[in-house]
């Protein structure tokens, strides 16, 4: 889609057909669009080969709003953003497909920007799950939630009120400022949320984290988290 204030709302969306490394089954290069209550899945995902990194959702433009959507099947990155005042809530990103070799991918993915940002991004009232192959040394290779480290971006980032489960850290990245708050941290498929943790060494010590917990059942909020 490359026009402008797109609504996209209760659709089944499958794909790529065509399998390369820069495709998606939804790609939003305009601005202002909507994209509710839709199934976005990968087709014919467990065929896929190592190295092709497919993507689900990229969404380059400004003010979009992606929520309530059911987002599985991919092998790359789940849900791509690169826009300012972007509002992420209430999706459900799972059951992504295992890829070797060194790749990483993220549940919602935060690339280094290609513009500086002035209104931030909000991911709110999600369900990421990572899940975690046991055995497979490459788990280090996903993250749940990866969000920006450039000054600029990172401070302009707001995660609040999720559940998050998986990945190699559940969270990387983040600027000095980015706030990260309310977030029950799941330990569905490690006992530390990710195969190696919450969030790594990445984080700068001004990232601000305050009311995100553990939850073994992901309902109920057990010990804090504290990085």
């Known amino acids: ?36 209550y839709n ?12 190295n092709d990194p497919i993507s689900g959702v990229k969404l380059y433009g400004d003010n979009n709003t992606f929520s309530y959507n059911n987002c ?36 919602f993915h935060y690339p280094k920007p290609t513009k500086v ?9 999600n369900r990421v799950e990572m899940w975690i ?6 788990s280090g290779m996903t993250t749940a939630l990866g969000i920006p480290e450039e000054t600029g971006s990172g401070a302009l980032f707001v995660v609040n009120h999720n559940l998050i489960a998986g990945g190699g850290y559940a969270i990387e990245g983040g600027h000095a400022g980015a706030t ?3 977030n029950l941290f799941w330990t569905k498929f490690s006992p530390n949320c990710g195969y190696y943790g919450v969030s790594s060494s990445s984080f700068s010590s001004g990232a601000k984290f305050s009311g995100n917990s553990y939850t073994a059942d992901g309902v109920t909020a057990s010990s804090p988290y504290t990085p």
């Not at 899945?41 to 065929?47: D, I, M, P, V, Y």
């Not at 991919?74 to 060194?102: P, Q």
């Open 1 to 36: 889609m490359t026009a402008d204030n797109v609504t996209i709302q209760g659709c089944i969306i499958e794909g790529p057909t065509d399998v390369n490394s820069d495709q998606a089954a939804l790609e939003i290069d305009g601005s202002g669009a909507k994209i509710v």
């Open 180 to 182: 990260i708050s309310n």
């Open 39 to 50: 199934i976005i899945r990968g087709k014919s995902a467990t065929t896929w080969q190592n």
């Open 117 to 125: 940002k002035t209104k931030p991004a909000l991911i709110q009232d």
């Open 133 to 138: 192959p046991v055995g497979v040394s490459d």
């Open 72 to 107: 599985y099947y991919f092998a790359g990155d789940g849900i791509t953003i690169d826009g300012e005042n972007f509002r992420g809530i209430g999706n459900w990103v799972h059951d992504f497909v295992l890829r070797s070799g060194g790749v990483h991918y993220d549940g």
